[in-house]
């Protein structure tokens, strides 16, 4: 139940991989390939996750084959060697043959050439199967034309790694249901006394026939079992903040601890959106929406806004305190120190933000904004215009940015340059990483102060060659012979000659230093929680005008929407400013911040306005979420939130062991709230 939301955006892959898993169409209608022999079809399957093996059968007499691949996750990427296949021995009837281990996370694009030519022979798009065994056959049709025939054929059917994903949201539906059902169950009269009697049996005959008469039931369940979820007191605070919080925070738990290592349970390799890069602006947004509650509240009790700042830069310090100290992604590199130090952080950027914004709204905040009182001259927008202040502070900001990221001049990268390097627009810019975002972080922190790579997905892109590296090594250089320096063929070599054989890499084979919480981005992350705070302006300023509410809430999801439509021009790669999360793009903030409204319109109405939830399991773990935030990180590889696997390479234990975890930080959660322990910075 606590991770079932994450699961819930995997349900239509899930469904979908139930009826067409990838692979699972025969690509070849013919059989088996003419003279295919038993040990193609027998060959053991590679026993890592989302791969497949292929066996590339060259059955032309006098050419060799060199085979490379890109990824279909790979924007404008470079094609990267996969296997050099030798010619077929005419007299012995022996097609030469090379073994490969390709990706089955995203579909792939093989490219044929010839060895000798550089000419493209064929060329191939297909999604293999997890676990699938393929044959790419590759023949002479007319000894006369000399047309050329590749032919892909399965000789395993792949696994539909998807099903584990469908069962364990069976499993935590079917739990929420059995809950719902039970609850629904004890509203009745007579199922609630025979409960009570069963569980409490000795109690229940000792007040019968006591001189105290019959126990008031109703009072002893409502207590011992099932708490009033909505006190007089708890209802001063709105539950739908505390579950939205808590439900961004469970997913990011879920998805910190491998998400079943599922590719759309990690974060974008470049531009796109994923679960994973939702949870982060969300929890920024909602931080937005609690400061205008606070700082309001406050205010109105009496606090000197000298008191308040000073609570502001107390907690901002111990944010970034913690996010430096405890939660620092360096301590793999060895023993902390300043040589190592990663000093941007999620931690570092939510001290960060909640220092500027809230402090931007404590210094212009005025008497009687919130209430309606003051005159604005647009009635439509009087729920925005006491604030121009801080609206024309935030878009300074925004300018800066599109300054910064546009026109900075960047050494050996054009301006305004978005691309993730690497291998990335064809290789033109393998240094370029980030473009103006991660060259200012290098510049004014250093780059061993950041991130060694982009939080993009890693892959199984890079393959694995079964057979000797050295061999094929010394196989590729005698079939290429002398090669002009920066020819494609040169290039091939060294891509065989380094470590790529048995590794998985970054999709865009970045290899400059970035963090995606960097210096630049951190200014879209405080425009983030301004749209957070204007969401609580909103709450205020309509307060118990629940339409209203709602609709303002609608308004603003619709007006980002259409931003991010413009900015984004409907696509993926191709808009003016891509989604991003590496470098939390003005896209990025928009797109999320329209989901964001969307999501507290529906929490708002569902928990606040109609009492129809009570925001559990959510509620729970969005009352403690620093608490959480911090243990997660901090036990994550302790017992019993991780265990040594039979098999690691399995998605179900994978997202067994992580539900595990994160229902057990739900429970924590849960427990701390019943004893009324909240750890509050």
């Known amino acids: 139940m606590a991770a079932a939301a994450g699961l819930v955006a995997a349900v239509a892959a899930a469904l979908g991989a139930l009826l067409m898993a990838p692979g699972l169409t025969q690509p070849h209608s013919g059989g088996p390939p003419e003279g295919s022999g038993p040990g193609a079809v027998e060959r053991r399957p590679p026993g890592r996750m989302d791969q497949a093996v292929l ?11 060199l085979l490379a691949a890109r990824s279909g996750s790979c924007h404008q990427c470079l094609y990267q060697f996969l296997a050099f296949v030798p010619p077929s021995n005419g007299s012995l009837r022996k097609p030469g043959t090379a073994e490969v281990v390709v990706d089955t996370q995203h579909p792939l694009t093989l490219q ?44 395993e ?28 169950l004890m509203k009745i009269h007579a199922v609630r006394n025979w409960v009570y009697k069963k569980l409490n049996p000795r109690e229940t005959d000792r007040l019968i026939n006591s001189e105290l008469g019959s126990p008031n039931t109703a009072d002893s369940v409502s207590s011992d079992l099932t708490p009033h979820l909505w006190s007089t007191a708890s209802r001063q605070r709105l539950r739908s903040l505390d579950t939205f919080r808590g439900l961004s925070l469970i997913i990011m738990v879920f998805v910190n601890y491998g998400g079943g290592k599922y590719w759309f349970f990690k974060h974008e390799s470049w531009n796109g959106l994923t679960v994973a890069d939702l949870v982060f602006p969300w929890f920024v947004f909602i931080m937005g929406t609690s400061i205008s509650l606070s700082l309001s509240s406050m205010l109105r009790w009496g606090s000197s806004k000298q008191k308040v700042l000073g609570k502001i830069l107390w907690r901002s310090f111990l944010l970034i305190l913690l996010g430096i100290i405890v939660v620092n992604p360096n301590y793999c590199l060895g023993p902390l120190s300043w040589d190592n130090l990663r000093i941007p952080g999620v931690l570092q950027r939510l001290g960060f933000t909640y220092l500027v914004v809230a402090a931007l709204e404590l210094l212009f905040t005025r008497a009687g904004a919130e209430s309606g009182t003051l005159e604005t001259l647009c009635p439509a927008l009087q729920d925005i215009l006491p604030y121009w202040p801080q609206w024309i502070f935030i878009l300074m900001l925004e300018a800066i940015w599109l300054c910064l990221t546009f026109l900075l001049p960047v050494p050996g990268c ?35 102060h950041i991130y060694q790579h982009p939080s993009s997905s890693v892959s199984s892109f890079w393959f694995a060659v079964c057979s000797h590296r050295s061999a094929l090594n010394i196989a590729v250089r005698k079939s290429l012979g002398m090669v002009p320096v920066g020819g494609w063929k040169e290039r091939l070599v060294a891509q065989v000659s380094c470590n790529n054989c048995f590794l998985s890499k970054v999709i865009y084979q970045t290899t400059m230093p970035y963090d995606p919480e960097g210096i630049l981005g951190t200014i879209n992350t405080i425009f983030m929680a301004f749209l957070g705070l204007q969401a609580g302006k909103i709450i205020l300023f309509y307060k118990d005008q629940h339409k209203q509410i709602m609709s303002r809430f609608a308004i603003w999801s619709i007006v980002m929407g259409i931003v991010s439509a413009i900015l984004t021009k409907c696509s993926k790669e191709d808009g003016f400013i891509p989604i991003n999360k590496n470098l939390w793009s003005l896209s990025y903030v928009t797109t999320t911040s329209c989901f964001a409204f969307i999501l507290l319109l529906l929490m708002y109405y569902l928990v606040d306005v109609k009492r129809l939830w009570s925001g559990a399991p959510f509620f729970y773990p969005g009352m403690n979420s620093i608490l959480v935030y911090i243990g997660h990180e901090v036990f994550e590889n302790y017992f019993p939130f991780k265990w040594k696997m039979q098999d690691s390479q399995s998605h179900a234990e994978h997202l067994t062991q992580n539900l595990t975890a994160t229902t057990l930080w739900v429970i924590i959660s849960y427990v701390l709230y019943r004893r009324r322990i909240f750890w509050k910075i």
């Open 55 to 65: 066996l590339v059968r060259n059955e032309l007499p006098a050419q060799g084959l």
């Open 112 to 155: 044929l050439n010839d060895s000798v030519s550089d000419t493209e022979l064929c060329k191939i798009q297909y999604h293999f199967g997890e676990f699938g065994n393929y044959s790419l056959v590759v023949k002479t049709l007319s000894t006369s034309t000399k047309t050329v025939s590749c032919d892909l054929v399965i000789n």
């Open 157 to 184: 059917g792949p696994v539909n790694s998807y099903l584990p994903i469908l069962f364990a949201f069976l499993v935590y539906t079917g739990t929420l249901t059995i809950v719902i059902v039970g609850r629904l």
């Open 414 to 448: 054009p301006r305004g340059y978005l691309g993730p390097g690497g291998i990335g627009d064809f290789g033109n810019y393998p240094n370029c990483t980030g473009g103006a975002a991660g060259y200012i972080d290098r510049l004014l922190l250093g780059e061993k």
